[in-house]
Every structure is written in structure tokens, then in C-alpha cells.
């Protein structure tokens, strides 16, 4: 599976270094990619249709977003995967990173968007959401910077963060009543 993992990440990553502006491109998704979708769920929190219910999703995102970090956190006591450039497997377009490969936070916080909007029954914002995670997961394995595989961990574990968040957080509670009444 290492192998194939290996492979067609080297296969994503050998599309860069043909064209500068796709480069570019890429590096930017890769870099803005978090801060801006972090920027479009804070949004919906002033300019969301049913104010209290898009807030709830708002915050569910955010509890996903740093549930699915820290579990990424203990995974990386656990795990110990050496970044793809160092392994030869890839080259880099971006700075080096001093972090183990496994999980991608990238992909972590991006799905934790993803997931809190399909399990708080948002599709068109989730298909939205999704297409931008997607493209910003995809940069990190053509930036040379991610194994497939760590997307595919970041996604699980947001997966799980999300579903705990969902179980955890419910829309109309009291606790939820007086968060989204906020500002």
C-alpha cells in the first residue's frame, strides 16, 4: 500500500515544474486555501440565511476544525512519517516543513468544514466547500509537501471530529441558544 501510496503521489507532484502560473496557483491554494475558507464560515455567521441555524453550523465547524487538530496531534505521538521530498518521492515548490507528514492538517481542517455542513444538513454550501477542499488537497500533494495517504488521514480524522462535534453539539440546546445569540 506504501507503494501505491508512493506512486501516485509522485505521479500528482512530477504535473508541477511544467508551468510557472499553475505553479503559482497552486502554491497560493496551498497557503491561502485554510485562512480563506476559515474567511467564508466566519462570513456565514453575519450573512447566513436562518441566523441562529447557519451560526449553529458555523460553530459546529469551528469545534470540528480544532477536534480534528488535536486528534491530529496524538496521532503525531503515535505516527512518525517522513514528508514525501525527504523520501525522494516528491519535489518541493514550497518551504520544508518541521512536522511529520501524517496526518495533513490541511486536509483536516478543510473536511472539518465539509463534514460539519453535510451533518448539519447544508448540502449546496457542503458540494461548495467541498470542491474548495478538494482543490486545496490536492495542492499539497502537487506542492510536493503531502502523500496521499495524509490526505486521506486528515479526512478521516475530520470525519471523526465532526461526527464527535455532531453528537456533542446540538442545534437548540442552551448552550447553542446562547452562542449563536452572540453579537
Excluded at 491554494?29 to 485554510?34: E, I, L
Amino acid at each position: 500500500m506504501e507503494n501505491l501510496d508512493a506512486q501516485v503521489t509522485g505521479w500528482i507532484n512530477s504535473l508541477s515544474g511544467h508551468s510557472n502560473l499553475i505553479d503559482l496557483f497552486m502554491v497560493v491554494v496551498t497557503q491561502a486555501g485554510v485562512p480563506l475558507l476559515i474567511l467564508a464560515v466566519v462570513a456565514s455567521w453575519w450573512w447566513g440565511g436562518s441566523v441562529r441555524s447557519e451560526r449553529h453550523v458555523a460553530v459546529a465547524c469551528g469545534l470540528s476544525f480544532l477536534v480534528g487538530l488535536a486528534l491530529n496531534q496524538i496521532i503525531l505521538l503515535l505516527v512518525h512519517r517522513m514528508r514525501p521530498y525527504d523520501a525522494g518521492v516528491s519535489h518541493l515548490l514550497i518551504a520544508p516543513s518541521a512536522d511529520p507528514s501524517f496526518p495533513s492538517d490541511h486536509a483536516t481542517a478543510s473536511f472539518a468544514i465539509v463534514f460539519s455542513y453535510v451533518f448539519n444538513a447544508r448540502i449546496r454550501k457542503a458540494l461548495w466547500f467541498f470542491a474548495a477542499a478538494l482543490l486545496l488537497v490536492i495542492s499539497r500533494v502537487y506542492v510536493g509537501t503531502h502523500y496521499v495517504g495524509d490526505i486521506l488521514g486528515g479526512i478521516a480524522t475530520a470525519l471523526v471530529a465532526a461526527g464527535l462535534v455532531r453528537i456533542a453539539y446540538r442545534e437548540g440546546t442552551r448552550i447553542d441558544r446562547w452562542v449563536t445569540g452572540i453579537l
